[in-house]
C-alpha cells in the first residue's frame, strides 16, 4: 500500500497542528484534579526522559571536539542569551499598545530560551554548512540555558515569573541536566540502540512536549487565564515575532561575516543563533509561571512554527549558493574513495517542505 504523505502545498507542519490539536483538547477537556496532578507528574517525567534520550545521543568527543571552535560557540551563545534578550527588552515600548503585560512577558520569556538541536542541525545539513558545529553549538546551549535561562529570568522578569527561587532553579536542573548527564554516562551501552530505534524514539520527543502543552494549557483553562487574550493582541503578536526573527536572521549572517566566519560556519550560526527551543521552553516556563504558563509559552509556541517555515526557506535558497554548487561539484568530481562512484549531494532538491519536514522535532 502506498504510504501517505503530508501534502507539499501545505505550509503548516502536521506537528503544529498537533500542538494545537493539543491545545483544543486542553480547551474543552482540561484535566482537574486527580488527574491534573497525574498529567503533570506525567509530563515531568516525559520531560526528563526527553533529556536523557539528548544525552545519550551526543557523541562526547564530538562535542570536546567542537570546544575547538570555541569564537563560533562564543557567538551563538551571546546571540541567544545576549543579543535576543536586549531585543526582548527593547520590545518593551509597544506595550500596552500591540502587546498586554503577560504577552510582553510571555514574548521576553521567549528571547532567554536556549537554542534548538535538532531543526538547527537540519536547516545546516541541508544548507550544506558546518554540520558538527551546529550539533555542538546547538548542545552547548541547551545545557547553559538550563542553568542561564532561570537566571535571566529572575533578573528581567522579577514577580513576573512566578516567583523566581533556588527552588525553582534545582528543579529545572533535576529534570533536565541530570538527566542529560545520566543519558552521556550511560551512552557507552544503550548508544547502539538509540541510534538504530531513533525514528520510533523520535515519536518519544514530540509526545513528551504534546503531554507538557496538554498539561499548561489544562491549567491556564482552569485558572480562566485565556479570557485575557484577544485575535487582535494575537495578530499583533505575530507582527512583532516576525519582526524578531527577520532581525536575528539578519545579525547572525551579516555579523558572522563581520567576525571572519567562512560560509559554512555562517550558517551554523545563523540557524543556531536565531531559534529558540520549545522543549527547553516548556518545562522551564511550567516551573516559573505555574498556573500562568500557557500564556506565557503562547509566543513560544507561535516563533517555534515561525523559525521553522521561515529557515526552511532559507536553508533551500543557501543549498543554492554559487559556493554550495561548487562544493557539491568538488565533491562529485573527488568520487568515493572506496568505491570510485561519484557523491551524491546530501539533500538534493531539497525544498521548503522537505527541510520542514526533517526538521519536525520537538525543540
Do not use: W
Given at each position: 500500500m502506498k504510504r501517505l504523505q503530508w501534502p507539499s502545498w501545505m505550509p503548516i507542519d502536521p506537528y503544529i497542528?498537533?500542538?494545537l490539536g493539543t491545545v483544543g483538547l486542553?480547551?474543552?477537556?482540561p484535566a482537574r484534579g486527580t488527574g491534573a496532578d497525574v498529567a503533570s507528574g506525567a509530563s515531568t517525567a516525559a520531560i526528563a526522559f526527553l533529556f536523557f534520550l539528548y544525552g545519550a545521543r551526543l557523541s562526547t568527543r564530538e562535542a570536546l571536539d567542537g570546544l575547538k571552535h570555541w569564537r563560533l560557540h562564543a557567538t551563538v551563545l551571546a546571540c541567544t542569551f545576549v543579543v535576543f534578550p536586549l531585543l526582548g527588552l527593547a520590545a518593551r515600548g509597544l506595550?500596552?499598545?500591540?502587546?498586554?503585560?503577560?504577552?510582553?512577558?510571555?514574548?521576553?520569556?521567549?528571547?532567554?530560551?536556549?537554542?534548538t538541536i535538532q531543526s538547527s542541525i537540519a536547516f545546516t545539513s541541508i544548507a550544506r554548512g558546518n554540520v558538527p558545529a551546529a550539533i555542538c553549538a546547538g548542545s552547548f546551549s541547551s545545557l547553559a540555558g538550563i542553568v542561564v535561562t532561570p537566571l535571566l529570568a529572575a533578573v528581567l522578569?522579577?514577580?513576573?515569573?512566578?516567583?523566581?527561587?533556588?527552588?525553582?532553579?534545582?528543579?529545572?536542573v533535576l529534570q533536565l541536566l541530570v538527566p542529560f548527564l545520566a543519558g552521556q554516562l550511560l551512552r557507552r551501552w544503550i548508544g547502539g540502540f538509540i541510534t538504530r530505534h531513533k525514528k520510533v524514539l523520535g515519536y518519544v520527543d514530540r509526545g513528551s512536549i504534546l503531554l507538557v502543552v496538554y498539561t499548561a494549557?489544562?491549567?491556564?483553562?482552569?485558572?480562566g487565564i485565556w479570557h485575557q487574550v484577544s485575535a487582535?493582541?494575537?495578530?499583533?503578536?505575530?507582527?512583532v515575532e516576525a519582526l524578531l526573527l527577520a532581525v536575528m536572521l539578519a545579525l547572525t549572517w551579516y555579523g558572522g561575516k563581520a567576525l571572519g566566519f567562512g560560509r559554512g560556519d555562517r550558517i551554523a550560526i545563523q540557524f543556531a543563533g536565531s531559534k529558540k527551543s520549545l522543549a527547553s521552553g516548556l518545562p522551564m516556563a511550567s516551573v516559573l509561571f505555574g498556573a500562568h504558563a500557557s500564556l506565557a509559552v503562547l509566543p513560544l509556541m507561535l516563533f517555534h512554527q515561525m523559525q521553522l517555515m521561515v529557515c526552511a526557506?532559507?536553508?533551500?535558497?543557501r543549498a543554492r549558493d554559487p559556493e554550495a554548487i561548487e562544493a557539491a561539484g568538488e565533491a562529485g568530481d573527488a568520487g568515493d574513495a572506496r568505491t570510485g562512484r561519484p557523491v551524491t549531494d546530501r539533500n538534493p532538491g531539497a525544498g521548503p517542505r522537505t527541510a520542514v519536514g526533517t526538521a519536525r522535532r520537538s525543540d
Open positions: 497542528l498537533l500542538l486542553a480547551a474543552l477537556l506595550e500596552p499598545v500591540f502587546l498586554t503585560h503577560d504577552l510582553y512577558t510571555g514574548l521576553l520569556f521567549l528571547t532567554l530560551v536556549p537554542s522578569l522579577g514577580n513576573s515569573g512566578g516567583g523566581f527561587s533556588a527552588d525553582s532553579l534545582v528543579k529545572i494549557f489544562s491549567e491556564g483553562m482552569v485558572q487582535v493582541r494575537l495578530a499583533g503578536l505575530l507582527l526557506v532559507i536553508a533551500k535558497r
